[in-house]
């Protein structure tokens, strides 16, 4: 039945998460600046650890962190599965519903990462018996692995749950402590005891936030075993972490075609790697969005069964993405060629790529709603050959920009294609199928508006400046045109997208 009002004229059902936009933008803020902080920590740390160790150590810290990685994909995605399905049954108000498929997800992580773990031990005793200088300490490293693993799976079950609860405050905590803790404690034992050091301070954080997870535990899990629901959750989970997984490979191609078709490749990847930073600096900053609206998805799913009311919501994070992303990519486009050419000028082949790498990561970010759509409604595998897709697309076109002599400029303009390739297979795949014609073409021009007259104007004033010096002056100006562009779109969004009633409830 369509609802009236007094007038007798159709009202609009209201667009926004179960727990309204004001607790979002909340979370929101929360998490952007604890983020911006961790990161900020983190630099320091990988400063610290680069004076303290020689490269050859970091060598092998980096073998350990990526071990490491690799644990995550040994409970087949069933944590996954749980924490979808509980954000479906807070929607419905039911959240014991989800209990059960919890405790089966802690008992496969515990029992695949120990499996994992004794892999890693074994393999590090069979190399400390082994001749080579680096014997003891890549076994030591093994083994160190092998501790960690357990531990960091148990501590990432639980940080998920807590994100599905939506519980910010608790994991923007434990991020701070982590963070803080990895520059103290690890840091002090690098300079103490070296590599080893590292290790056993690294085990100490991992600890201490175990027990910090465990004090504020999103829900008391148990040992329980249910082949058959099991299963169900690996068909759930699985297929989300088979698209993540290549969807890393998607945003790694272009490194690993540089490695693999460039003769100075390692001068070659680094100077792209000037592209890569600013480009993953763009994506963590719109991760932040997705990070809190990912559980609202599958929360405002369980509540109304409706796909198209979760495609409205997901439409609507995207405006936001694109009014967020606008003005952190004309920003960049306009300061960071000049200044990284200061800073860095032996990088300087890199920063021509680097303009072409922003407006895909732009595309990416704003392509993040519409992939959670698909989790948070089961459609998970369509997201799957979407990215299976794109991974074609990009080695191709990759390929085709190397054969051709274009460089380090090819590879980035080939990848930005095929980010954009992938915006619009999944938005395709998704929020497009659900949404009526007017919502969709309201959807692209609020997009469009955000985006299109901010880099718009900032492309013109993009400029590589010799790196001896930086008209500072100039680039103030440059900026203030961007954000003054950006205020006057955002404002119109604003308006026209009714935020301020959004933002009082």
Same mark, same amino acid.
């Given at each position: 039945?369509?609802?009236?009002?007094?007038?007798?004229?159709? =009202?609009?059902?209201?667009?926004?998460?179960?727990?309204?936009?004001?607790?979002?933008?909340a979370d929101w803020l929360l998490v952007g600046g604890t983020t911006i902080f961790c990161h900020a920590i983190s630099a320091v740390t990988s400063l610290v650890l680069r004076v303290l160790l020689d490269p050859a150590q970091m060598g092998v810290w980096q073998a350990v962190k990526l071990l490491l990685s690799y644990g995550?994909?040994?409970?087949?995605?069933?944590?996954?599965?749980?924490?979808?399905?509980?954000?479906?049954?807070?929607?419905r108000g039911d959240e014991a519903a989800a209990r059960h498929g919890l405790n089966l997800a802690f008992t496969v992580n515990t029992l695949t990462s120990a499996a994992y773990a004794g892999v890693l031990v074994f393999v590090g005793i069979r190399v400390a018996l082994g001749q080579g200088s680096f014997a003891g300490t890549w076994s030591l490293g093994l083994i160190a692995a092998g501790l960690l693993a357990v531990v960091s799976r148990y501590v990432t079950f639980h940080v998920t749950?807590?994100?599905?609860?939506?519980?910010?405050?608790?994991?923007?905590?434990? $991020?701070?402590?982590? $963070?803080? $803790?990895?520059?103290? =404690?690890?840091?002090?034992a690098t300079w103490r005891f070296g590599l080893p050091g590292l290790y056993l301070g690294t085990l100490g954080v991992m600890l201490a936030a175990a027990v910090y997870v465990r004090r504020h535990r999103g829900a008391t899990l148990r040992w329980a075993w249910n082949g058959k629901k099991i299963r169900r959750l690996v068909a759930?989970?699985?297929?989300?972490?088979?698209?993540t997984t290549l969807f890393t490979l998607f945003r790694s191609l272009d490194k690993l075609m540089i490695l693999a078709w460039l003769s100075d490749r390692e001068y070659q990847l680094g100077c792209y790697s000037l592209g890569l930073m600013v480009a993953a600096q763009l994506y963590g900053l719109g991760s932040i969005t997705s990070l809190v609206m990912s559980p609202r998805l599958g929360e405002k799913f369980g509540a109304s069964a409706d796909r198209a009311d979760v495609a409205r919501l997901a439409a609507r994070t995207g405006e936001l993405q694109a009014v967020a992303m606008a003005l952190a990519g004309g920003l960049s486009l306009v300061l960071a060629g000049p200044v990284l050419g200061w800073l860095l000028p032996r990088y300087r082949p890199g920063l021509v790529p680097m303009i072409w790498l922003i407006p895909g990561a732009i595309l990416l970010t704003i392509a993040a709603p519409a992939s959670q759509y698909l989790i948070a409604i089961n459609r998970q595998r369509r997201a799957v050959a979407v990215v299976a897709a794109v991974v074609v697309v990009a080695a191709v076109a990759n390929r085709l920009a190397l054969a051709a002599g274009w460089g380090l400029t090819g590879v980035a303009a080939a990848t930005t294609?095929?980010? $954009?390739?992938?915006?619009?297979l999944v938005v395709g795949v998704s929020l497009w199928i659900e949404l009526s014609p007017g919502e969709r073409w309201r959807w692209l021009g609020t997009i469009g508006l955000a985006l299109v007259p901010t880099l718009a104007v900032a =492309?013109? =004033?993009?400029?590589?400046?010799?790196?001896?010096?930086?008209n500072w002056l100039a680039l103030?100006?440059?900026?203030?045109?961007?954000?003054?562009?950006?205020s006057i779109c955002a404002a119109i969004t604003w308006r026209l997208?009714?935020?301020r009633e959004h933002l009082a409830r």
């Open positions: 039945m369509e609802l009236v009002n007094p007038r007798g004229t159709p =009202l609009r059902r209201a667009v926004g998460p179960v727990t309204g936009w004001r607790r979002a933008t995550n994909y040994t409970n087949l995605g069933i944590s996954k599965g749980a924490v979808r399905e509980l954000t479906i049954a807070r929607g749950i807590l994100r599905g609860q939506q519980s910010f405050g608790v994991t923007s905590r434990l $991020a701070v402590i982590e $963070a803080v $803790a990895t520059l103290g =404690l690890a840091g002090l759930i989970g699985g297929p989300i972490l088979l698209a294609a095929s980010y $954009a390739c992938y915006f619009v =492309l013109p =004033l993009v400029q590589i400046e010799p790196s001896a010096s930086v103030a100006a440059r900026a203030a045109v961007v954000v003054g562009v950006w997208g009714g935020w």
